[in-house]
Structures are given as structure tokens and as C-alpha cells.
């Protein structure tokens, strides 16, 4: 049977000694990396800056690709369960620009990698929470 697959856009967002930045979403229970998933009509590069607007209240620079990934959970859609493919970038904020804990999400949190991929393994393949 064909598996059906929505796409997601991420980021990847390090500061200056390496911690990466996870965010809380209300309701969802599990910790993320910032971003969503496309629009109709919308390219990666817009999916992600408005997502980043609308969670981090910010804008940032995408440095480039930094992996793909299938996540391990899946999500309904229009009464299917589909797949979440994962396009993950490499970002930087902006100068002077950090997560606006009003947003979006309810919590953020700036961790090293072995936290990061303790946090992230729920929705997270191992073999990419790696690579962080």
C-alpha cells in the first residue's frame, strides 16, 4: 500500500556554544524543533520563515539543508494517517532576535546535543538525532 506523507520544514537553530534551540508546542506534548508544515501554494523557504514568525516572533537566515528525515510519529488528515517527512535547515537568528515565549509554543529551551536528542527522540529517527 502507498504510504501518504505530509511535508515539514524545521530548523536547526545553534547559538554561539553549540546548545540547540527545542520548543513546547500547548496540547502536543512532546518537544520539537521550531517550524511546521507547508502551505498550498507556499515554497520551503516561505513555509519556514512564516512558521518561525509565527513560533519565535523572529526571522532567521537558513544557512542550508542540514537533513531529511521521516518522522517516527504520525498525524490525521483529512481521516488518513500520513507520514511527516522532515526538511531540516541549518538556521541563524537574526542579530538581536530570540524565541518570544508569548507565541506559538509554550516553552523553549536553548540544550546541548545529548539533552537535545534525549527530547527530541520522540518524534525524532535516532539515526538523524545523531547527526545534531
Known sequence: MEQKFHIGVKALIKDADGRILV???PNVGYWDLPGGRIEEGEGIGEALSRELREEL???VEMLGLFDA??????I???GDVVALCLLVYN???????????????DEFRWVAKAEAMELL????????????
Open 91 to 105: 538556521c541563524r537568528l537574526r542579530a538581536g532576535a530570540g524565541p518570544d515565549h508569548g507565541r506559538a509554543h
Open 57 to 59: 516572533g523572529s526571522d
Open 23 to 25: 520548543s513546547k508546542a
Open 121 to 132: 527522540g520522540n518524534k525524532f529517527q535516532n539515526e538523524f538525532l545523531e547527526k545534531l
Open 69 to 74: 528525515t521521516l518522522a517516527k510519529i504520525r
Open 76 to 78: 490525521n488528515s483529512g
